[in-house]
Nanobody, 124 residues
């Protein structure tokens, strides 16, 4: 397993942008697919995006397509989530997660390591 630490959350107005970062410990980061999930108050955690170990496979939830971009830098053990055109309904705690399903899975049970989460709040 890897240890994951997210950063970059905060308060932003609707239409604004944020970039989340997630740094992983360990030497095996490049073998994991990396994903972002989010959980809004009173709701279940939802899949947002995933990127395969090589970056060649990327999947997004429909509600972020065209607005969010996931990327990774294996040399820095870091995965990013660039969030543009933010909406109030994007308000949630965002979690970074690592999966041994290296080609990229959208299923939460396939992710064995999780960060502590970072709060994103979008005001109207």
């Amino acid at each position: 397993q890897v240890q994951l630490v997210e950063s970059g959350g905060g308060l932003v107005q609707a239409g604004g942008s944020l970039r989340l970062s997630c740094v992983a410990s360990g030497r095996t980061f490049s073998t994991y697919a990396m994903g972002w999930f989010r959980q809004a108050p009173g709701k279940e955690r939802d899949f947002v995006a995933v990127i395969s170990w090589s970056g060649s496979n990327i999947y997004y939830a429909d509600f972020v397509k065209g607005r969010f971009t996931i990327s990774r830098e294996n040399a820095k053990n870091t995965v990013y989530l660039q969030m543009n055109s933010l909406k109030p309904e994007d308000t949630a705690v965002y979690y970074c997660a690592a999966s041994r399903v290296s080609y990229g899975s959208v299923l939460e049970p396939d992710f064995g390591s999780w960060g502590q989460g970072t709060q994103v709040t979008v005001s109207a």
